[in-house]
């Protein structure tokens, strides 16, 4: 199958998904990460204030790592951290990107992202970015330079704890128990957001260079986020400590329990 994942920034995917597409990855499935963002504001040093082209290029250099340790290729969309806007410009980028993953005119299986709700508004729009490029889709007149899918995807949601707008439902709850290391792994590869940025941002002290220490901070990381997602979930008392959720999205193909099980890993 084909499994495409949207995020605005270039760690959103690995944080959000890592152990469900490391599943993918090792089913067979052909995995592609996506960020609308270069991430080119994530970070606090005076180096990078001057020139922010030079922290760009750490973060792609750090998502091509991550991804490859999730079993997934790579694109970003080149937009300013900051600037996400629903917009035509990005609109036609995301038909473009959804439309040519996949055989033509088929596209990708699955399309993951977080919800359109959310403390970011980078996250905020690009979700509602690629739902407004959903139906557009299957329009043979838009954007005619690319061939329009003869079927739409499934669209689903990762989890969240976000209840403004309505709770998070879980319609798929993927155990990830037995790969959290992995993740992990993936997700250190961001090393200039999990070991330096995000602690700055946090107000929390810098962690310390050792790798076994700083792995160890990832892995604590992981952990609870497993265990967030597993309690959102409403499984938490049935065996399953560890997981990544989502809900399938009312915009794109509504697949039944049967395709549900034939579309998710196990």
Same mark, same amino acid.
């Given at each position: 199958?084909?499994?495409?994942?949207?995020?605005?920034?270039?760690?959103?995917?690995?944080?959000?998904?890592?152990?469900?597409?490391?599943?993918?990855?090792?089913?067979?499935?052909?995995?592609?990460?996506?960020?609308?963002?270069?991430?080119?504001?994530?970070?606090?040093?005076?180096?990078?204030?001057?020139?922010?082209?030079?922290?760009?290029?750490? $973060?792609? /250099? @750090? #998502?091509? %790592?991550?991804?490859?340790?999730?079993?997934? !290729?790579?694109?970003?969309?080149?937009?300013?951290?900051?600037?996400?806007?629903?917009?035509?410009?990005?609109?036609?980028?995301?038909?473009?990107?959804?439309?040519?993953?996949?055989?033509?005119?088929?596209?990708?299986?699955?399309?993951?992202?977080?919800?359109?709700?959310?403390?970011?508004?980078?996250?905020?729009?690009?979700?509602?970015?690629?739902?407004?490029?959903?139906?557009?889709?299957?329009?043979?007149?838009?954007?005619?330079?690319?061939?329009?899918?003869?079927?739409?995807?499934?669209?689903?949601?990762?989890?969240?704890?976000?209840?403004?707008?309505?709770?998070?439902?879980?319609?798929?709850?993927?155990?990830?128990?037995?790969?959290?290391? $992995?993740? /992990? @792994? #993936?997700? %250190?590869?961001?090393?200039?957001?999990?070991? !330096?940025?995000?602690?700055?941002?946090?107000?929390?002290?810098?962690?310390?260079?050792?790798?076994?220490?700083?792995?160890?901070?990832?892995?604590?990381?992981?952990?609870?986020?497993?265990?967030?997602?597993?309690?959102?979930?409403?499984?938490?008392?049935?065996?399953?400590?560890?997981?990544?959720?989502?809900?399938?999205?009312?915009?794109?193909?509504?697949?039944?329990?049967?395709?549900?099980?034939?579309?998710?890993?196990?």
């Amino acid at each position: 199958m084909h499994i495409l994942v949207i995020g605005a920034h270039p760690d959103d995917p690995e944080v959000a998904v890592g152990g469900t597409t490391i599943k993918f990855s090792d089913r067979g499935d052909r995995v592609k990460f996506v960020t609308v963002t270069t991430g080119n504001k994530g970070h606090f040093s005076d180096e990078y204030k001057a020139d922010s082209s030079k922290l760009v290029e750490r $973060r792609m /250099a @750090e #998502a091509r %790592a991550g991804a490859k340790a999730s079993g997934a !290729e790579f694109e970003c969309l080149g937009v300013p951290d900051g600037e996400v806007f629903v917009n035509q410009e990005l609109t036609e980028k995301l038909v473009e990107v959804i439309r040519t993953f996949g055989p033509e005119g088929e596209g990708p299986d699955l399309v993951l992202i977080n919800r359109p709700c959310d403390y970011h508004r980078d996250h905020r729009y690009t979700s509602q970015s690629v739902l407004d490029a959903s139906y557009m889709l299957t329009v043979p007149l838009y954007c005619p330079r690319i061939p329009h899918l003869m079927k739409m995807p499934v669209f689903a949601y990762w989890a969240d704890r976000f209840t403004e707008s309505g709770p998070f439902k879980a319609d798929v709850v993927i155990d990830i128990g037995g790969l959290l290391e $992995r993740k /992990a @792994e #993936a997700i %250190a590869a961001h090393e200039s957001q999990f070991f !330096e940025w995000l602690p700055y941002n946090n107000r929390s002290p810098q962690l310390p260079p050792d790798p076994s220490q700083r792995m160890e901070a990832v892995m604590k990381y992981v952990q609870q986020r497993g265990r967030n997602d597993a309690a959102v979930s409403g499984k938490k008392g049935e065996g399953i400590e560890f997981a990544e959720a989502f809900q399938i999205s009312e915009y794109g193909e509504q697949p039944n329990a049967e395709e549900l099980a034939t579309l998710f890993p196990e």
